[in-house]
């Protein structure tokens, strides 16, 4: 009997053994096509158009890494940049996260070490999809570790097609957030590994990770807030545990050690309010460890006393820690905290006191419509999510729901966000998705083997065969159980009551489950139509997915277009007025434009530039929208004082574009005016609205701006129709005295003007001297004053 035992438990070993690396392969051949999925459908970009940058800060990021592959990592560093923000300069090293940079140049090193020739452009172009395809694969393992394998896959599938991740890291889309996404889900998962593992391992790999984000993105205040909020949690909820110690207290050393040796963070990484949340929980986390350790050590009586002394210590040490920390943050204007993020605490302090933060259309709050269009489905799905990951909670499941809840609501305030929120609402969707889809096919498992078993069908020879072999083996069994039995137990018989009550516990606990299983176990029908269900709203997800990575989030906005009866139509704008830029003026001429655009001079044109997208000194933004809302003028003296000698508006009334300077003029007007009180936003209203009718105020109709982008616009249509506004414009003829028009664009998007020469602003002759008696004083006298003195 022992050899048939040995040898169908061999077989049981092998056949689980076979079963498992069977389910290895077809996961890892699964996370593959994962892989190539994210990296595919974000080439719509590439496909539609061409391979090309997008956006605006992508360009400045592939001006730098031409600049790090051409000259190498310390001239990098070292870089001062004269063609930014003229006269002041910028310097490169100290102002930029470095992460994107070095990780394309490490790239483009790598291909070019293995004689394959990609171009810088080519790296940079495709440097999103690849990490999009990274990132897909860490959202399966932090899935892996809170609710296992199939949850896993089902997140990475749809954080791989997800329209608010894809909108930041389609083929083109240059920018730190192609890199940092990654870097932040597997700073997650890293964190979530150590939590359940207790290793010091991952704990120093979460903790490299973490400096990668830092380098990456300005976003990992959010990492090193987020998860001290979870040890708090974990804390507060009675769930300390040595594990919880060993994933926060080496983050919090190692990573702020590491964090300050990035430039552009520095000293900020332990003087600023964002990251003192971490330093109080460090402290916390201590006085916990201690007590825990205590009480191993001595007895109850002892450990009371100990307890009064601990906590006595403990809350001097926070609350001394807590008054250094608030005279620290008092002495600062913005008490600690940097402008974007005291406006996410507080939605309405940009709008009130930083125009320019205000001004950036990705720092507004979405509208309800925009989570339908980044996350669709997955809105809906997010609620079983919640509900999966509470049962059973652990801690992991638990960081999981902190990370959406601080998502939905940081998400609410700046739109930019939606990115942050994407992969929060990926894995919990993934984990609602695995677990209803584990009870429908668990439901069809029962029920089928139930339909199998009370089948007919399964009556006949064999059968009886096999029925009449069991029945004659439990037969002998029974025997040789009694025999056992008899030989063993005592002979005496219980009592009648006795045997009574063992039948009914043995039977009560086969009922009860039973009656679980029951539960869990849905009708035929019903796990079936579940599953349709499921898979065709699958389908809409995906169909939406591509649609939007195919029409919404693929064009470059260098590159424009439209359809019509006639066809499509392509404005190529942009670049024909920096190409003109580049061949028609000289290297050292400076071309001053509204700061949306620096970055897109600079490195198309190779031009200087008075501001750009930086937008680090507010004042010098607001001397540029100060001419722009000034009549001819005194924009002309300020522009002159600036030595600039082009200026370039970008204007839409003539073909729809409706991004135009005309209306980003009311933030030229308030952040000009923040600065240079004479500016007064009401001069440029009329009945609270900005208008360039006939109803415009005179204000409106003699700036600069007005001035810019009409010029001659009465010639295309004979009335001066503005589409963009819906109406004729005000002011259709007038001249220009200090500025002249060179060049103007095919679809006049881009228009580009050269400040007149000081002797042709003269109106009329000069009259001639009567006398050639008159005095040097008096022709001083005649001379008018700088504007600026």
Known sequence: MAEPESSTAAAGAGGSRLRNAFGGVLCAFTLLLIGVLAFSIRLF??????????????????????????????????????????????????????GLTLTAGT????????????????????????????????????????????????????LAMVPSYISRSVAGSYDNEAVAIFALIFTFYLYVKTLNTGSLFYATLNAL???YMVCSWGGYTFIINLIPMHVLLCIVTGRYSSRLYIAYAPLVILGTLLAALVPVVGFNAVMTSEHFASFLVFIILHVVALVYYIKGLLTPRLFKVAMTLVISVGLAVCFAVVAILVALVASSPTKGWSGRSLSLLDPTYASKYIPIIASVSEHQPPTWPSYFMDINVLAFLVPAGIISCFLPLSDASSFVVLYLVTAVYFSGVMVRLMLVLAPAACILSGIALSEAFNVLTRSIKCQLAKLFDDSPAASGDSSAESSSASTSSTNSAKNENRSEKSETAPKEKPSKKNRKKDKEVAESIPAKHKKEKKLLVLPMEASVMGILLLIVLGGFYVVHCVWAAAEAYSAPSIVLTSRSREGLHVFDDFREAYAWLSHNT?????????????????????????????????????????????PEKAAWEIFNSLDVKYVLVVFGGLVGYPSDDINKFLWMVRIGGGVFPHIKEPDYLRDGNYRVDAQATPTMLNCLMYKLCYYRF????????????????????FKLTHFEEVFTTHHWMVRIYKLKPQKNRVRGKLKKLKSGSKTSSTIAAGRKKNPWQ
């Open 586 to 630: 000289d290297v050292d001429d400076k071309v001053a434009s509204w700061w949306d655009y620096g970055y897109q001079t600079t490195a198309m044109a190779n031009r200087t530039v008075i501001v750009d997208n930086n937008t680090w000194n507010n004042t010098h933004i607001a001397t540029v929208g100060t001419a722009m809302s000034s």
């Open 714 to 733: 009465v010639e295309t249509d004979g009335k001066g129709f503005d589409r963009v506004r819906g109406y004729e414009i005000g002011k259709k003829h």
């Open 209 to 211: 990770s973490y400096f």
């Open 45 to 98: 970009s590439v496909i539609k158009y061409e391979s090309v940058i997008h956006e605006f800060d992508p360009y400045f990021n592939y001006r730098v890494t031409q600049f790090l592959s051409k000259n190498g990592i310390y001239e990098f560093w070292n870089w001062f940049d004269d063609r930014t923000w003229y006269p002041l300069g910028r310097v490169i090293g100290g102002t930029v996260y470095p």
């Open 107 to 158: 790239i483009w090193w790598l291909v070019n070490s293995l004689n394959i020739p990609l171009s810088v452009e080519t790296v940079c172009v495709f440097t999103a999809p690849i990490f999009s395809a990274n990132a897909s694969w860490a959202t399966y393992l932090l899935t892996k570790e809170a609710k296992g394998t199939g949850a896993g896959l089902m997140a990475a599938a749809i």
